[in-house]
C-alpha cells in the first residue's frame, strides 16, 4: 500500500502519547489518552451504523483492549497504531453483533433483520479508511474548538461558513463587512488553525 | 476510568463539521518534519519513476526518469527485447564497461540493476543539448551557427576521451556524431559504448565474417541503425587486420572530416555501397567536393590521413591526432583578424572613391593580389597532394599559425613585454615569410625599442600596410642617421618623440621601454615628468622636484593639488618620496619601489595596508584622523608618524 504524506510525516512523532502510555502507564496519561481517542472510537462505531447505546459499549470494551494491550504493544514502524485500533474496534463490533444476533435467533427466529448488520454494509479495509478521514475530520474539528477562544465568535462563523462554501462576497454582503475583511479573517484562521492541527497530529500522533 | 471530559461523546459525534476536514490536508502539506529527506529515503521502496522515452535505438530504449533517492533526473536505459540472455549479457557488459570510464568527456554510469520484473536496466547522467550529428546538421541547414573553432574544441574533447579510453584498454568501435552528446553548457559526452571492445580480450568475432554486432545494426529491420562511413574498413572485413586503435582514429577521422565538410566521408546511395567503398578506401578529399565554403587544408590532410584505408598510415595514437589539431587552433587566424584586412580595403577604396586614376590603380592591385592570391592556393593544392609526409603537414600547420603568432605579439606588447613580442614576430616571418602584417607589426615594435633601423627594413617589408604608418617611418628614417639600434635615445631626443604622438597607446610604448632600458636615474625622472604632467594636464601648477645622492634618490610630488595619475612613476627605484596634498589615490605604483620613507599625509588614497608591508619602509607619515590605528606589521622597523 502506497504511503500518503502525512503517513510519512506522522513516523517520527507518532509514537508519543503512545509511548507515554506504554512506557509509564499511568493514570496521567491514560486520561489523556481516553480524552482524545474516546470520542473518536465512539465516531467510528457511530459510522459504522451502531446506535448510540451500542457504540458507547463499543467504546468501553476497546478502552480495556487498549489499556490491556498497550503496555506490551510492539510498536512496529510500518504499522500504523490507528490501523490497529480500528482493527480492535471493528472485531468489537463484530463480537457485539454476532452476540446480538444469537439474542435475536434464541427470542424470535423471525425477527432476523438483516438491516441492522453493521459489518455487511463495510468491511476491514474501508473501516481504516473511513476511520483515517475520521481522524483527519475529528483533529481539524477539535482543532478549531482549541483555537476558538483566540478569535471573536464572528470571526469563527464566518470561518464556518467560508468553510462550507459560502463566498466572501455573499458573507460581506449578509453580514454588512467588506469582502476584503472576509477574507482577511480566512486568513488568520487557517493559519491558526493548521498551526493547531499540526501540534496536535504531532502529539496524538 | 477518567470522565474529566464533559462533553458527551454523542454531542461531538452531531456537532463535528465535516467541513473542516479540508484544513487537515492543508497543514500537512505544508508541514516540515525535522527530517524530511531521511524520511522520504527511509519510506522509499521504488528507486525509479515510470520515465518518459526521449530515445530508441536498435538494441535499447533510453528513458527520462528520476532517481527518487538522489531526487536528480536520470537517464535510462533499457533493452527493448530483455528475453535474449545473450543480449541482456551483453547491454550489462556494456553498462560494467562504460562505468570503468571515469572520464568529464565519457558519460557517466550511476546505477545498474534488475527492474521489478528482473529486466535489465542501467542509469546515467541526463544530458540535456543536442547530440553533434543534430548540430551538424542544422549547421549544413543554416539553422544555427558554429564555428568551426568551436567545433574542433568540441573534436578535442572527443579524442581526450578516446585516449583516456585507449590508455585503459578499451576501445569505443562506434564513434560516429550522433553517439556524441553536447550538453547545455557544451559539456562534451562520448556516449552509447555498446560496441566497445577491451583491447586484451579475446576478440570474440569470428574471422573473416561481418563482425555480427554491425550485421545486426545493419540489416535488422533493413534499417540503417549506425552510419556507415564512420566504420574503419577492417570493421567491415577483418580480413584487413584487426580492431585497434586505429579503428577508432579512423572513425576520429570521419567525425573531423564531418566537421569540415557537414557530409559523411563515404555517401552512397546504399549500404552495400558505402561498406564497399569504404573497403575500397574510396573517400573523396574535402577538396574535392567543390563545397560551398572553404575548408583549411591542412586539417583536411589531418582528416585524411585518420582516414587512410591501411591502418598502420593512420595517426599511431589519438594524442597525436589530438596534438594536430591543437597545433592548429594555437595557429588560427581570430575571423576578427580576417575581417579587419577586408574592411580596411573596402574603406580604402571608398575614401578614395573620387580620384578615378587611384581607382583605377587599386582595383589593378588588387586584382593583382588576387591573381597571386590564386596561384598561391594553386601552389597550396600541390603541396597537399604530398600530405602523407609529416613533414609538409607541419609546414602548412606552420603557415596557418603565422597570423595567430602576430596576435601573441601584439598581447605581449600590450603587456610591456618588448623581447617576447619580437621573438613571437619573428617566429611568425619565419613561417610565413610573406606576411606583410607580421612585418608592419614587426617596424612599430622595434620602433617602440629605438631600434629605427630595424624598424625601416620591416616597415618596407610591410608592403601595403607600409603607407598606415606613415609618421612611424618619417621619425625612425630621421632618428636611423643619429643613433644605432642598440644605443637609447637620451631623455632630451624622447621627449620631443612622445610630443610627436597623440595616442596615449603609442606613448606608454615609448615611455615604458626607456624607463625599462635607462641607466641614468636623470633620464629617467626627465621623462617621467613629462608623462606626469602630459597625464595630469587638469594640475596646471607644478612643483616637481628630484635629488639624487650616493646611495638615495629623493621624489617630492607633493603640492601638486591636482595631481591624480602617478602610474608612470612606476619602475623608478626611488627611496624617498612625497605625495603630500594631491589628489593621488592609487598606491599600487608605490609598493613595488624600494621606498624608505613615504610621506602621505592629506591624499585621496583610502587603504594603507599594502603600504604598510612595503619591506623596506622605515619612515611613513599619514593623517592622525584617517589612520588612527594603523599600526606597523610584526616585526618591522616601521615607524609611522602621524600628523
Redesign the interface.
Known sequence: MG?S??D??N???RETLLEKIRNQHD?KS??DF??YY??FI??IC?RMNLN?HD??EV?QKV?VKVWNTLPGFEYDKRRRFRGWLCQVTGNCVKDLYRQQKRQATKIDKASQDESYNPMDKVSMPDITEIAE?EW??????M??NNIRPKFSDKVIEVF?EL???KSPKEIGEEREIPANTVSVYKKRV?AK???E??RL?IELG | MSQENTESSENIFKTINPSLHQYFNLASEDVSTPQPIFDEIAANEKRYDQGVLINQGGMKKILQTTDTLTGRPVAMATLLKPDDPQKVERFLREARLTATLEHPNIIPVYDIGLTDSSDPFFTMKLIGGKSLSKILKELGEGTSKVSLQNLLDIFIKICDAISYAHSKGILHLDLKPSNIQIGEYGEVLVCDWGLAKVTDAPDETIDGELDPCFYNDITLDGIIKGTPGFMAPEQIDSKLGDKTKQTDIYALGGILYTLLTLRPPIKKDNVQEVLDATVAGEVPTPSELSLPFNVPLSLEAVAMKALDKDSSKRYKSVILLRNDIHKWLGGFATSAENAGFLKSAILLLKRHKAVASLLVFIVASLILSMVTISHKEREATNALMLYEEEKRQTEIIGKEASPRLVYMAKQALNSFEYDEAIQFIDQSIDRDPVNQVAYALKGVIHFYRQEFNQSLAAFNQSGKYKKNYKKFVLIAQDLSKTKADDEMLPSSKVIPLLKKFNRTNHIFKIYRFCIANYKSLDDHMKTCFFMLKYHNPQNKKWNLNFTQTDDAAYLDLSKNRFLAHTGCVRDIPINHLNISNTDIWQSWMFEEMPLIELRMVNTKIQSIKDILKIPTLKRLYINKKKWPKAKPPKDSSLQIIRI
Do not use: P
Request: hydrophobic letters at 35%; proline letters at 0%; one cysteine or more.
Open positions: 504511503m504524506e502525512t510519512q510525516e513516523y517520527h512523532t493514570d491514560w486520561e481516553v480524552f474516546k470520542h465512539y465516531i457511530r448510540h457504540s458507547e467504546v478502552l478521514k483527519e475530520t475529528y483533529i481539524a474539528n482543532a478549531l464556518i468553510s462550507a462554501g487557517t488553525l493548521c498551526e492541527i499540526r497530529n
